[in-house]
């Protein structure tokens, strides 16, 4: 079980999908805190993307009920998808549009002025040295400099938490760092990061990581604790072992 805070920024509570006859998410309880980075890990199949696609208001749940931004993903998903920053694993922003265009979009959507807009482009641009890139089309951009252009755009209206699917994957190691980056730095600002990830020693970055194997919540502390739990050298050791258990 996680540990209690009443000031928690996400809170599943028997979070639960079915489809059909198949139970893909299993009651699943956790909370995670404001500013937190919190990983969330399991194989293909384990039921991870299920469960971010009903915290964000993708999916509905077939019983539970978790609150996202302080607000229920049953009774009002379209607050929660406005409240929330979402970086899916398949590429989100418009191959032709412009670097400049797409932060422009996505700011028009999420309601911020045109004054608002004008200073996100600006601030996006120079955070990520793409100032000299404003007017080059998407498409054109290595998938590095578009996996941290999207990161961005996800922060544009400024939300509480920023759902991130698998985010970094594709990219070489460095990029992988460099984006790494830009989500501590999002996380000094005080926003809430939850992670999901194929490549295990990113779950070292997370503040605390839950391990989902067959739909349930198998394991769910910080990184340095659950290697000391499981007796491992690393977060790899850690999941092969919860693994293979259920094997």
């Known amino acids: 079980m996680s540990r209690?805070?009443?000031n928690y920024i996400v809170?599943?509570?028997n979070l639960t999908k079915r489809f059909g006859d198949f139970t893909a998410v299993?009651?699943?309880n956790f909370e995670v805190e404001p500013g937190e980075i919190f990983g969330f890990l399991g194989a293909n199949g384990a039921g991870k993307t299920t469960a971010m696609r009903m915290?964000?208001?993708l999916l509905k749940a077939t019983d539970g009920d978790a609150h996202v931004a302080g607000h229920s993903i049953n009774g009002s998903p379209e607050k929660v998808k406005y409240s929330i920053g979402y970086m899916s694993q398949k590429f989100s922003l418009y191959d032709d549009l412009k670097v400049y265009e797409n932060i422009r979009l996505y700011g028009g959507i999420y309601g911020l002025t045109g004054k608002q807009i004008r200073s996100k482009i600006e601030d996006i641009l120079e955070e990520l040295n793409m100032t000299a890139l404003r007017n080059k089309l998407v498409r054109d951009l290595p998938l590095g400099w578009k996996q941290k252009l999207a990161f961005s755009v996800a922060l544009v209206h400024d939300p509480a938490v920023v759902f991130l699917d698998e985010p970094t994957s594709g990219v070489d190691p460095i990029t992988r760092r460099?984006?790494?980056e830009l989500i501590y730095r999002a996380a000094r600002r005080g926003v809430t990061v939850f992670v999901t990830?194929?490549?295990l020693d990113e779950a070292e970055y997370?503040?605390?990581v839950s391990i989902m194997v067959n739909g349930v919540i198998e394991a769910l502390d910080t990184p340095q604790k659950l290697k000391e739990k499981y007796h491992?050298?690393?977060m790899h050791e850690v999941f092969v072992h919860l693994a293979r258990k259920e094997q």
């Open 4 to 6: 209690i805070n009443k």
């Open 11 to 13: 809170r599943a509570k």
């Open 26 to 28: 299993n009651q699943i």
């Open 55 to 57: 915290l964000t208001g």
């Open 178 to 180: 460099s984006f790494w």
């Open 197 to 199: 990830t194929h490549y």
């Open 206 to 208: 997370c503040d605390r």
């Open 232 to 234: 491992a050298r690393s």
